[in-house]
Nanobody, 125 residues
């Protein structure tokens, strides 16, 4: 069974930085795309950033575009999310997700078939 395991969450003050990691149990080049999602209490899960594993090009939600960076390391089978200048509204559970196809919009959870268990990020003001 393919697994994704996130790590790197924690508690920081506003303006701080965190780097999330997501290690896959298989070669990440097997996936067509990878993404980071987040979910606030009482809200639906939504896409934060996305990367095509082959081309390496990425897409971000507007609120994080200038602050977050998604990247991948194929040699380590790892997806990253560098988060800078964190804000209290970034507080959420963060999940990595993988898709084997190019079908579906990147920001919809239903586009992805493999999910990690999540890592919590808390940003205090």
């Amino acid at each position: 069974q393919v697994r994704l395991v996130e790590s790197g969450g924690g508690s920081v003050q506003a303006g701080g930085s965190l780097t999330l990691s997501c290690v896959a149990s298989i070669n990440i080049s097997t996936f067509y795309r990878l993404a980071w999602f987040r979910q606030d209490p009482g809200r639906e899960r939504y896409g934060v950033a996305h990367i095509y594993t082959s081309a390496g090009n990425s897409v971000y939600m507007t609120d994080v575009r200038s602050r977050f960076t998604i990247s991948q390391d194929s040699a380590k089978n790892t997806l990253y999310l560098q988060m800078d200048n964190l804000k209290p509204e970034d507080t959420a559970m963060y999940y990595c997700a993988a898709s084997y196809t190019n079908k579906g919009d990147w920001y919809w959870p239903t586009t992805y078939t493999v999910w990690g268990q999540g890592t919590r990020v808390t940003v205090s003001s």
